[in-house]
């Protein structure tokens, strides 16, 4: 395969807006696309300005900075992918979503071009099916935030080649990051120990267990981790979440992963993390804002 020069990224949302960002300050020629022009715009503004505060803090020269924002292009129109060597999708977290976006993507790409999907936890073979280039096919999951988390999760699928992982690889090394493989079963590594988790901290909410400050101090005071499982799951997204639960439940089968009834309800009330304002914790300000839902766990 030849070498990269050219990165499409699909989606503006953080994870899409961060491998963007990681791209153009690597040196690539980068296209994020987002069928949304005020949300590109507004991704635009943030990735400058995050790039522009690297410049400030000296982790960047200002003429890296520069040619940074300079190579970073943004559209709404998915036919600018044309010359794009890895098209990077970071779009919902839906299986006939992400096919749908692989059929439109695989007729507008180069034939030599690879089709990478940073899904947390939908098989990479079954996206690579619906695909003329099933062996150009692989899974490339970054960790949010992508500039600041040091891992990337590379899982191959039935018919990804030796050629489309190993410039896969060195794109995630150039990019300052750790490797970890996974086989192509549902939730990889990451999610696949991550999300029970955090399913059984709702369930132990759910059912009385503790409350929720108590859960999660106990988790970040009883086993180090940097993150509480219930403040962890609005970082990420009530409704990723659920998502991820119901592949897990419904690829392996085993009532384990079941998600906690809690977790349904929460999402199917809007409760969805910080993006949304409110999840197992309020994150509105305290101005005046009215609150409209009543926290079942008090």
């Not at 507004?42 to 995050?50: L, N, P, Y």
Request: net charge neutral; hydrophobic share 40%.
């Amino acid at each position: 395969m030849t070498e990269m020069g050219c990165i499409g990224v699909v989606g503006c949302g953080q994870m899409g807006s961060g491998i963007a960002q990681l791209a153009a300050v690597n040196g690539y020629e980068v296209w994020l696309h987002d069928a949304d022009s005020v949300a590109l715009s507004k991704a635009r503004e943030s990735i400058s300005s995050r790039i522009e505060n690297l410049v400030l803090k000296g982790y960047l020269t200002k003429g890296k900075g520069t040619e940074a924002i300079r190579n970073l292009r943004c559209t709404s129109n998915l036919e600018d992918f044309h010359s794009a060597d890895m098209v990077i999708e970071a779009i919902v977290e839906s299986e006939d979503v992400k096919k749908k976006l692989f059929v439109q993507l695989d007729n507008i790409v180069k034939s030599s071009s690879i089709l990478a999907s940073n899904t947390s936890s939908i098989s990479i073979t079954r996206l690579a099916s619906v695909t003329s280039r099933p062996s150009q096919v692989i899974g490339m999951h970054f960790m949010n935030p992508p500039p600041v988390m040091k891992l990337v999760e590379i899982i191959r699928g039935a018919s990804t080649s030796d050629d489309t992982f190993n410039a896969t690889k060195s794109l995630a090394e150039r990019f300052g990051k750790k490797i970890v493989c996974s086989q192509d079963f549902s939730g990889f590594i990451v999610n696949r120990v991550l999300m029970p988790m955090i399913n059984e901290a709702f369930y132990a909410l759910y059912t009385g267990v503790a409350t929720k400050e108590d859960i999660d101090a106990g988790m970040k005071l009883g086993t180090n981790h940097p993150m509480g499982p219930l403040e962890l799951a609005d970082h990420i997204g009530l409704d990723v979440c659920l998502s991820i639960m119901k592949v897990l439940h419904a690829g392996l089968g085993d009532s384990k992963y079941l998600p906690c009834p809690l977790l349904v309800q929460y999402v199917d009330a809007g409760r969805l993390g910080r993006k949304k304002g409110v999840g197992v914790y309020n994150y509105r300000t305290q101005n005046g804002t009215h609150f409209p839902f009543r926290d079942v766990s008090l």
